[in-house]
Structure formats: structure tokens, C-alpha cells
């Protein structure tokens, strides 16, 4: 098959970020065409004229719809575009210039009908944003226990970092209605089907994240209330490490309160993880700002996910 490329990117008041991606764009290194379908989610703060600057170098085309999230969103780009092959990108990630020509060349090689690719942190971004991409990947995190398996019809998409062929959309009509968690939905709904998906660990994107730590709480948050649904809904996905983050906040108040007790044992054992943790941050990012503020990511991280978890798995009748 012929492979023709369609960018999906859904946006939501957040024009300066479409013109870093549409930037970032223009210098693929990729030869053959591709088009870009910016859809704008019932923004009151609209990109169009980001748009605009860039249609002498790209193909890329603006739809405006209202306000229906993410997912409807890239459903609405995909029923809309010409190419065979789509690209959902999230509107906070800078391309690569040799992206495209990754993809192409894995799918060439090894096809499947759905594809996602890892996430790093740009250069330019903040101390946080990298501490925050550091805690959302590492290995001693939750980011340790995300799909990460290379083989063919194993790793679970990315709604930042994917790709669908049009066969594929039109099996399972992409994206459900689920607000978080429905590109783990859609991995489910694709290997149901019989599709196959891989990790194209070459095919990476910078992705800034969440920019505060109350941002990036809330985001791990909804990370967390939507495992349960996602449990009950696919009971052979269940696995005992999606509990980690809620018995690691609860092991820690319990630590806490063992102090008034004079033991201390519990929580040193937390102490000796953060320094590991704040010695490997410091290794990879070479940066000890953000090793320290990779302390902070990271409890925050299992403060969220371990939360809505616990939320979820009680209280929600869903």
C-alpha cells in the first residue's frame, strides 16, 4: 500500500503552540507529500492565523467545530482527510525534522495499522517541563509501568504520538467518548478487531506537557480515575501494578504517622527512593534543578494518579 500521510492535530486555545508545531513541520526532511488538518475545538482564543502563515509551505487545512474534546475532535479530522494513513498529534509537541521519515520506514519495513511513538523533552523547555517529561518516563516512576513493549500487536497508544491507518478508523470508528484514557481504549478496541500495534521508538516527539505542578496534578489525576473504567470494561488488561502510585501515597501518610511513634524505618525507605530518584534525574538531564524539581513531578505524579485511582475505583459506578 502506498502510504499518504494525514496530520490530526486537535487544538483548544492554544494558538503559540500550533505555530511551534506547524514550524516544526515545515522542516521535515520527509520528501512525499503529506497534508496537516488543524481542528479547532471551539476555541474563543482561535488559531487561524497561525494557520494562515504557514499555507505557503504546508498543505494544511483549518477546520473550526464546536467545543466536543479531544477524541471527537480527531474522529472530525479523520472522516475529513484525503490521505490512507493518520497521524494524531497533540497540540503541545514539537516534531522532529526526521519524524516522518522514520514512520514511513518502519511501516514500509514492518506495517501495521497502528503505530505510537515515545516522547522526550525539547532543549527549550522549562526546568518543570523537564521534570515533568522525566517523571512521566522513567523507569522508577508510573512512567516505568506504561506500555513500553516493542513488539508487534503489545504497546498500548499515545493519543500525543500515534498513527491509524484509514482501515483502522473505519473498523472501529476511532476515538470513544471517554474524556481520558481512550487512546487505551482504542489499543483494546484494535486488537479486538485483530489490527496490530508497535512502538516506532525512533519515531519520538518533544512533548511539553503541563506547564504548573497543580496543571500536571490534575492531568495524573484523570490519568488515575480512568485505569478503573478502563479495568471494568477490559477485565484481562487488570494488572497489580496500576495499584503502585495508591499504595505508595498511602504507605507514605502511614510513614508520616509513624514518626509520632519514634519509628523511622518506613521513612527512610522513602528517603533512599528519592535519592535514587534525584540521582538518576540527575544523570539523564544533567541538570540538578531538575533533579530536584523531579522529586516534586514525580510525588505529585503518584499523588494524582494514586488518588483518582482510588476515586475511580470507589466511588464511580461506571
Do not use: C
Amino acid at each position: 500500500m502506498k502510504l499518504h500521510f494525514s496530520i490530526i492535530i486537535p487544538v483548544y486555545n492554544r494558538p503559540q503552540e500550533i505555530d511551534e508545531l506547524l514550524e516544526s513541520l515545515v522542516k521535515q526532511t520527509f520528501t512525499q507529500d503529506f497534508e496537516v488538518l488543524i481542528i479547532e475545538d471551539g476555541s474563543t482564543n482561535k488559531s487561524e492565523n497561525v494557520v494562515e502563515k504557514h499555507q505557503e509551505q504546508l498543505n494544511v487545512k483549518y477546520f473550526f467545530k464546536e467545543n466536543s474534546g479531544a477524541g471527537a475532535s480527531r474522529n472530525f479530522g479523520m472522516q475529513k482527510a484525503t490521505g490512507n494513513y493518520f497521524i494524531i498529534l497533540d497540540s503541545d509537541v514539537i516534531v522532529p525534522k526526521q519524524y516522518l521519515e522514520f514512520v514511513y520506514h518502519q511501516l514500509t519495513e514492518n506495517y501495521t495499522d497502528a503505530f505510537g511513538g515515545p516522547d522526550a523533552a525539547h532543549h527549550s523547555f522549562t526546568a518543570l517541563q523537564k521534570a515533568i517529561n522525566y517523571s512521566m518516563t522513567s523507569f522508577l516512576t508510573t512512567g516505568g509501568i506504561r506500555g513500553k513493549k516493542k513488539g508487534v500487536g503489545k504497546f498500548q497508544l499515545r493519543s500525543f504520538n500515534l498513527g491509524l491507518s484509514e482501515k483502522a478508523f473505519e473498523a472501529t470508528q476511532g476515538f470513544s467518548a471517554m474524556k481520558t484514557g481512550e487512546d487505551i481504549d482504542l489499543t483494546f478496541r484494535l486488537w479486538e478487531k485483530g489490527f496490530q500495534t508497535q512502538l516506532i521508538s525512533e519515531a519520538f516527539v518533544y512533548h511539553k506537557r503541563r506547564s504548573t505542578i497543580k496543571q500536571f496534578f490534575k492531568q495524573t489525576y484523570s490519568f488515575g480515575t480512568a485505569r478503573p473504567i478502563l479495568n471494568k470494561k477490559y477485565p484481562e488488561s487488570r494488572k497489580i501494578t496500576f495499584w503502585f502510585p495508591s499504595l505508595f501515597i498511602l504507605g507514605f501518610d502511614v510513614s508520616i504517622l509513624l514518626l509520632f511513634f519514634k519509628v523511622t524505618e518506613s521513612i527512610q525507605l522513602y528517603l533512599f527512593y528519592f535519592i535514587i530518584l534525584f540521582l538518576d534525574s540527575l544523570f539523564r538531564t544533567q541538570k540538578i534543578k531538575v533533579a530536584f524539581l523531579s522529586i516534586i513531578t514525580s510525588f505529585t505524579q503518584f499523588l494524582g494518579y494514586g488518588l483518582g485511582f482510588l476515586e475511580s475505583l470507589i466511588f464511580k459506578k461506571k
